[in-house]
């Protein structure tokens, strides 16, 4: 992959009245904390977005690499063959799907971990074949999988964790814009980006509290023993072995087993070294509990310009938004609800499946639209209140869900 997809900003000065949908609003004439916008740095996607920004600006700064220009009419491609453009289709046709994907990828990242256990070749064929239906069904809807990344079992979490990193890398490199056939390379590093974990001894990879000196050392090695376990392996592209050997590197140079530093680092190492750090944080293990999404973004700005580009976390807070479908919101009169749907053109106002009333008890599933301005039965607006941390108020998401929707 080249490194347009993490180019630098070229700004371009437009008057407010002269924005079209499509273009990719990267700075204000003003600072962003006085206006009401979310995240630094949006695509204008509806006619709503850009009457929004009329009447808050004068004048925007455009990034131009980000604006999406108008589809010209293309030949039809030969029978059979995908192409980039988004084929969309709701949620309830999409999630039962999704979790039969899910669940044989998982399935299959495990059978890949027993293989490299006990000296077995890595089955590549059928990793690709995997990792191109996840493609497929990202690019027609991108909420089901997400949705499944949220779902955790702390007993099983290297083998998710590797499943996860692939679904996030290719739903933030579709964000980004790169072609299809490179989605599937870089959801294919994601998932074996963490194979030499395999070899590292249990007590350390589960250890409660701070490894010794000497445990760090055996821990740091699995970048090294991913690299070699993949250099041996058949069919593996050297975008896979590299991101499994890097992705512990850091920008300033801090990072392992190299201490390589920015210009050294790849595009796709830099993608997965953020969303494999974002999922860690969010992730339940053996010994601690997973950490809240807005408390893992906040985690991912601070190391911004040190340990990521600062670019990249960014465009990651962009795609993945405030509320990722999965997350476990409580409502201002305290109800709880799990977000299971989000709309590009309302990230902040996603649809939610209520599950707990306000005293925190079980009651019929509802499902909220926020962009409708939803009321209570006091007659108050739905309001989030709080992100909560995975597993908050022991809601199973699987369970609720598929109840819902298979």
Same mark, same amino acid.
């Given at each position: ?7 630098? *900003? ?8 002269? $924005? ?13 904390? /006085?206006?009401?916008?979310? $995240?630094?740095?949006?695509?204008? &996607? ?109 007993? &099983? %979490?290297?083998?998710?964790?590797? $499943? ?38 249990? &007590? ?6 701070? $490894?010794?000196?000497?445990? %760090? ?24 072995? /590299?991101?499994? %050997? ?59 310009? *040190? ?69 209570? &039965? ?17 809601? /199973?998401?699987?369970? %609720? ?6």
């Amino acid at each position: 992959m080249e490194d347009r997809y993490l180019s630098s *900003t070229r700004r371009l000065k437009i008057d407010v009245q002269a $924005l079209e949908i499509g273009m990719f609003v990267c700075d204000l004439d003003r600072p962003w904390i /006085d206006s009401p916008f979310l $995240l630094q740095g949006f695509l204008l &996607e509806t006619a709503k977005d850009i009457e929004t920004v009329q009447k808050v600006c004068d004048y925007v700064y455009v990034d131009v690499a980000k604006c999406i220009r108008k589809e010209r009419k293309r030949p039809p491609k030969a029978q059979g063959r995908r192409t980039d453009a988004p084929l969309k289709i709701g949620f309830a046709q999409a999630f039962e799907h999704s979790i039969d994907i899910y669940d044989r990828a998982h399935a299959l990242v495990k059978s890949t971990m027993d293989d490299i256990q006990f000296g077995k070749a890595i089955d590549t064929g059928s990793a690709k074949s995997l990792v191109k239906e996840c493609v497929d069904t990202i690019i027609a809807n991108p909420n089901t999988l997400l949705l499944l990344t949220r779902i955790r079992n702390k007993d &099983e %979490y290297t083998s998710q964790h590797s $499943l996860n990193v692939c679904i996030l890398s290719i739903v933030l490199g579709r964000f980004l814009g790169i072609p299809v056939a490179k989605l599937e390379e870089l959801g294919l590093c994601g998932l074996l980006h963490d194979m030499g974990k395999i070899k590292v001894p249990n &007590e350390i990879l589960n250890k409660e509290g701070r $490894l010794t000196p000497e445990e %760090y050392e055996i821990m740091k090695s699995h970048a090294t023993l991913g690299r070699d376990i993949l250099m041996t392996a058949r069919d593996i592209p050297p975008s896979a072995v /590299d991101v499994a %050997y890097s992705h512990h590197e850091k920008l300033n140079g801090s990072g392992y087993p190299r201490g390589r530093n920015s210009e050294s680092i790849t595009p796709f190492t830099k993608i997965v070294s953020i969303v494999d750090t974002y999922d860690a944080i969010t992730s339940d293990r053996v010994y601690q509990n997973g950490r809240s999404h807005l408390n893992a973004l906040n985690i991912l700005m601070k190391s911004s310009g *040190t340990h990521f580009p600062s670019s990249l976390v960014i465009n990651f807070i962009a795609c993945i938004g405030v509320y990722p479908p999965g997350s476990i919101v409580e409502f201002e009169n305290g109800e709880v609800g799990i977000v299971f749907e989000v709309s590009a053109e309302a990230k902040s106002k996603p649809k939610v499946l209520l599950t707990l009333d306000r005293f925190k008890m079980p009651r019929e599933e509802i499902v909220l639209d926020l962009s409708q301005e939803s009321r209570d &039965e006091n007659g108050e607006p739905y309001r989030i209140k709080e992100v909560l941390r995975p597993k908050s108020y022991d809601i /199973d998401l699987k369970t %609720y869900l598929k109840e819902v929707w298979v």
